[in-house]
């Protein structure tokens, strides 16, 4: 058992710890992380089931990268406790009970002879320390004085207060692991829908896509509604960057989409017979519709963004409209007139490959289908101890690098009307700006008469 | 003025000054060491009007492409390097931290560099930009002077191994302990810009605090890193030559951090 804690409260195993993290974590960065079966298949060949058994495709959320979070956690605990104790004890009881000897084996030390009794002496180091914000507890004797001056104290318990704050980070983690709750709201205009655990509704009220002057992106819109007990109770334009917050519910902008499955779609009847003549159609996916007396129309698929795949059959490459394209029907009197995909990029695409014998053409001229907001829903009880880390995180490292703790140990003795003086300084940090401050306030001294 | 007139500018003054830099070591003469400085710090006045006219000039941040990102990044160093000159007095790193602007700068100007601003993507219309973007690239630039510092300190050691006679510019424990120093800095600034306001505008824009995306990795591995520095010093006592190896991973894992997760990892982060 106590070999088990000596194990955890050595320092060789927190940094053998943090090595082993940092190459697990680059591990992670080379093998892409959370794809499919078959794209490992793809990519790896045979080492793709190794991979996926060694938990190395879900790596940071695999059993062993956990475990080394979870140790290097117990040993962050274990250190930090045991350092604990004697810094508190450091800093409620400074050691008064110290002779020369132990002074002029610090590395910051100076020896000299005042010319002062013992009691102005003091009093012109007190006046000295003062002027310098120190604190100081001292025993005085007859003939003997000794004095422990310190300040910036709180600097001693700066990297204590990192690692709190880094286990915090990681018990924020752990909540949001366990606790959080998130799901996708595909809304169309006017939907509502009842959010999971959260007693309460979201309506979308509207949805716009603002673009640039050159056609980019510029936001993407969603007006929400929450709606409770069938009252409307707050109400917000939620953007990308831009979320809605109720009840800890938060509510993100996340994507959107068009239902092409649904689209409708608009065609241009060209019939070289002069009489027909154009006549445009409005028909949607799945429907037949009759044109006139011989002719009926029927729209059986449309993809927005058409592509051929390996084997040559047509799918969508995205959900955006980049070649739209509609696979028609035309049929007159009963028998084929057309059938092919018709592409509203490409017009004259169809007209190459006619319908046999046939004088009709079509173009697709127009299309659309509706289109809806994907809200991405979030409750994480884990975030409130994350900002409490990251503040305490910065806390800590302020005080570790620039809240500099100061001691100084002072002996003095009296000497037939003089005072012989040894001081002693501890700095563990930015040594030579002490040193400095030492030798002014050994200066200072020097100059009292 | 415009920014395209004004960031050559920049790039030759550094030019120059690197070349004062570089002829002070030679000549041994700290005069021209501080004739460099003031080079140095013309070019940066230059370079910050070059800042703001684009900033003007494309109404965002000035570093939402790879163009920009390096002329900020140049920047940052440039201004490590100045505060750094006036804190710790010290002209010996300057020369070669010049090396790297004038890398980052020529990197900029390249080509490869497509230069027109683009309108912002939605996701990255936030201040949070500003915070996030600044502050971590300030850090990896201190980190630039820990590198720096580190490998004269190996430098240093091999001349004093072969009897050469050191300068006290190149003095292996001033170059140890400016190396801690530039450190102690570049950590608390690359932990506020990189992971505390990284994390909080993920929670802003993408709706999580942390995705496991390879950028955000990166930058813990790179924290990670510079935690091994501190600690191996600090509680090991580890100074010298293995503290010097460390910060040196530590600045190369800040720069693939910055730049080689944008070119060989794919991921959330892929806007430049």
Known sequence: MSSLIRFFTSVKVAITLLIILTLASILGTLIPQGRSHEEYLLHYGQLANLLEKLQLTKLYQSFWYLTLLFLFGLNLTICTLLRLPPKIKRLLQPRVDFKPPDLEALRFHHSLSLNLSLDSADQALREILKSRHYRWGEKKTETELTINARKRMAGIFGSDIVHLAILLILFGGIISGLLSFRTDLALHEGEVAEVAWAGFSVRLNSFETEYYPNGQVKDWKSSLTVVENGREIVSKIVEVNHPLNHKNFMFYQSAYGWDWDKAEVELLLRSAEAEAGEKRVKVKTGEKIKVDDETEIQLHRFLPDFVLDENKQPFSRSNEPNNPAALVEITKNGEKAFSGWLFARFPEFSQLHPGKGSSLSAELKNYSASQYSVIHVSRDPGTRFIWAGCILIMLGLALAFYWLPREIRFYLRSEGGRTALTAGGIATKNRESFAKEMETIIALLRKKK | ?272
């Open chain 2, 1 to 272: 003025m415009k920014e395209a007139t004004l960031f050559p500018l920049a790039f030759l003054l550094y030019i120059l000054a690197a070349f004062f830099y570089f002829a002070s070591h030679f000549s041994r003469r700290e005069k021209l060491a501080k004739s460099g400085s003031a080079v140095a710090l013309v070019g940066f006045l230059v370079h910050n009007l070059a800042l703001i006219l684009r900033t003007i000039e494309t109404g965002h941040a000035p570093f939402t492409n790879m163009y920009e990102s390096l002329s900020f990044f140049a920047w940052s160093t440039v201004l490590a390097m100045v505060i750094a000159e006036r804190v710790f007095r010290f002209y010996r790193l300057s020369a070669y931290l010049m090396l790297i602007v004038i890398a980052l700068m020529a990197l900029a100007s390249s080509p490869l560099m497509p230069k027109e601003a683009m309108p912002l993507v939605p996701a990255l219309q936030s201040y949070w930009l500003w915070l996030h973007v600044s502050v971590t690239l300030l850090g990896e630039a201190f980190f630039a002077i820990a590198f720096v510092a580190s490998i004269l300190y190996l430098l240093a050691l091999r001349k004093e191994k072969a009897g050469e006679k050191i300068s006290n510019s190149l003095n292996p424990e001033k170059l140890d302990s400016l190396s801690y120093r530039a450190v102690a800095i570049g950590f608390p600034l690359f932990t506020l810009g990189g992971l505390v306001f990284g994390m909080v505008w993920a929670n802003v824009a993408w709706g999580r605090y942390w995705s496991w995306d390879p950028k955000e990795v990166w930058s813990l591995i790179t924290w990670f890193v510079f935690a091994l520095y501190l600690h191996t010093r600090i509680v090991m006592g580890w100074k010298g030559r293995r503290s010097a190896w460390i910060a040196i991973l530590g600045f190369l894992a800040a720069l693939f951090t910055y730049f080689g997760v944008n070119y060989l990892l794919s991921g959330l982060h892929s806007y430049a």
